[in-house]
């Protein structure tokens, strides 16, 4: 097929030597099978801010750090500069996060380079080696079901442990290769840490893959995975050999304010009253 513009400056610098097909047009980028020598990769070829579909962007950005303050300001003020290296932070967003996952044991697609707005990553495959199904289009047995659930649980329970959460993940954002789940669209993950939306995408993304699974076997539907992990993180229990019930039950006990207020109450008299002492002994 005809070589797209964005990726011509691969091809002309050596890192991609003719494109296949296009796999697919998704809200944030666009997507080609490439040759690279004898290897078939995944060339994600990211779309410009005008053209992006992509919801409540600016949500997803906050947090993230810039390679200095020039460009943080940059940013904030909205100028042609700043705009271009927003655009960067949001393209080298998912590389970052794909080493950093790789790292951690989650199964995410090995990534090259991030070049120009063009990503060449690893092309995910099944067992005869042609493009591996998303999870979206596999039906499974009640038993893989559950299976299949607590490997995604385990996997996503490992990104927070490495301080990400995906932000976007459903069972249309998960290959299913041979030896099972692979996480894949990343460009919107967030900081667990720095983001203040953290929690509720967190909470959505893991109750995306309940909902999904639960389809095939019902019982997991009534599990509370989400709050049981966010919970163990923020006390600093979480790891990723955490033990989990998926059950959860929320603290509904109210604050006693009059009990508060009155030991803040007798804890300043107690001071006046030794400092009074203190006075009087002098």
């Known amino acids: 097929m005809k070589i797209p513009n964005r990726i011509q400056p691969l091809v002309d610098d050596g890192l991609i030597d003719d494109v296949v097909r296009r796999l697919k047009s998704g809200k944030e980028a666009d997507v080609y099978t490439v040759l690279c020598g004898e290897e078939i990769r995944c060339a994600k070829v990211y779309k410009e801010a005008t053209q992006r579909s992509f919801k409540q962007a600016v949500q997803y950005q906050e947090g993230r750090k810039v390679r200095n303050s020039r460009s943080a300001r940059a940013m904030q003020k909205g100028s042609k500069f700043g705009r271009k290296q927003q655009e960067e932070t949001w393209q080298t967003a998912e590389v970052d996060a794909l080493f950093r996952l790789a790292n951690a044991g989650v199964r995410v697609p090995q990534p090259y380079i991030c070049l120009d707005g ?3 990553m690893e092309l995910i495959t099944d067992g005869e080696g042609l493009v591996a199904p998303r999870l ?6 009640e038993q893989e079901a559950v299976e299949g659930h607590d490997i995604m649980i385990r996997n996503i329970v490992r990104m927070l442990c490495a301080g990400i959460v995906h932000g976007d993940l459903s069972e249309f954002n998960v290959l299913l290769d041979a030896k099972g789940p692979v996480i894949i669209d990343l460009p919107q993950a967030v900081d667990a840490s720095a983001n203040n939306h953290a929690e509720s995408m967190f909470e959505r993304d893991v109750n ?5 699974y639960g389809q095939f076997a019902p019982q997991l539907l009534k599990t509370r995975y989400a709050k049981e992990i966010w919970a163990l993180y923020e006390e600093g229990k979480l790891t990723p050999q955490s033990i989990l019930s998926g059950d959860f039950v929320e603290d509904t006990h109210s604050a006693d304010v ?13 001071y006046y009253d030794r400092q009074r002492a203190l006075k009087e002994r002098d």
């Not at 979206?136 to 047995?141: A, C, E, L, P, R």
């Not at 995306?208 to 999904?212: E, G, H, P, R, S």
């Not at 009059?258 to 107690?270: K, N």
């Open 118 to 120: 063009v990503l060449l």
């Open 136 to 141: 979206s289009d596999v039906t499974f047995t």
């Open 208 to 212: 995306n893959m309940t909902d999904f």
């Open 258 to 270: 009059d009990s508060l207020l009155d030991e803040i109450t007798a804890a300043e008299d107690e």
